[in-house]
């Protein structure tokens, strides 16, 4: 099942930009990002890229936009499976120690006998 990276809730430091539309607007691009497959994000950098009509100065920054919005999108998938990898190593190591705590307790029940 594939997390909801859209539920964030912005921590305010102020308006530090003085553009409040620029932030709403901004607020909904990033959940639309989030909401792509990387695949498309990468497209996305292609398309922006070869974008006719446009200043390479301003193809620039919808490149780089773009690519902000990819790297975000790894770094919370890595961060997804690496708390999946901690709690599957949690399992593991519960189930080791009861593995070695009935190992002894049948070492001590046939040295009895």
Same mark, same amino acid.
């Given at each position: 099942m594939e997390p909801d990276y859209t539920i964030w809730e912005r921590k305010?430091?102020?308006d530090q930009f003085g553009v409040p539309q #620029?932030?709403?607007? #901004?607020t909904i691009e990033t959940n639309q990002d989030l909401q792509k497959p990387i695949q498309q994000l990468l497209c996305d950098v292609h398309e922006q890229a070869q974008q006719p009509g446009v200043t390479p100065e301003n193809r620039q920054i919808f490149v780089t936009v773009r690519m902000m919005s990819m790297l975000a999108r790894v770094g919370l998938e890595h961060e997804r499976v690496s708390k999946k990898l901690v709690t599957l190593t949690t399992w593991l190591i519960i189930l080791t120690i009861a593995i070695v705590v009935l190992t002894l307790f049948l070492i001590l029940q046939a040295s009895r006998h």
């Open positions: 305010d430091f102020g #620029a932030r709403e607007k #901004a």
